[in-house]
């Protein structure tokens, strides 16, 4: 099993970008993916999750968008608006078992996590 965060970079704030996590060795229908960060210094935090549902982190909605490509075999995290504390480290998780809303609360544990990618919001 294979989840590869992609699409991190520098940016500028108030810039967008669309982060995508890729899931080889399991059937993407079959599991909840979940968003997580991690900034510098900082605890790991969920993002926003899907499933047969969405969830976002309530200081997350309205920037962020979570959406699942079952074709692709990807779910994509757009954020907008960006702002210098977005700045982490941004990882995808699957979880066979959890709902988006205790994958993304810390109810329910992942199975599958992916290497992460960086994100860095500076002007």
């Known amino acids: 099993v294979q989840l590869q965060a992609s699409g991190g970079g520098l940016v500028q704030p108030g810039d967008s970008l669309t982060l995508s996590c890729a899931v080889s060795?399991?059937?993407?229908?079959?599991?909840?993916i979940g968003w997580f960060r991690q900034a510098p210094g900082k605890e790991r935090e969920a993002v926003s999750c899907?499933?047969?549902?969405?969830y976002h982190v309530d200081s997350r909605q309205g920037r962020f968008t979570i959406s699942k490509d079952s074709a692709k075999n990807t779910v994509n995290l757009q954020v907008n608006n960006l702002k210098p504390e977005d700045t982490a480290v941004y990882y995808c998780?699957?979880?066979?078992?959890?709902?988006?809303?205790?994958?993304?609360?810390?109810?329910?544990?992942?199975?599958?996590w992916g290497q992460g990618t960086q994100v860095t919001v500076s002007s």
């Open positions: 060795g399991i059937t993407l229908e079959d599991y909840t």
């Open positions: 998780a699957a979880a066979r078992w959890a709902v988006a809303t205790t994958l993304c609360l810390g109810l329910e544990g992942s199975d599958y």
């Open positions: 899907i499933g047969s549902n969405v």
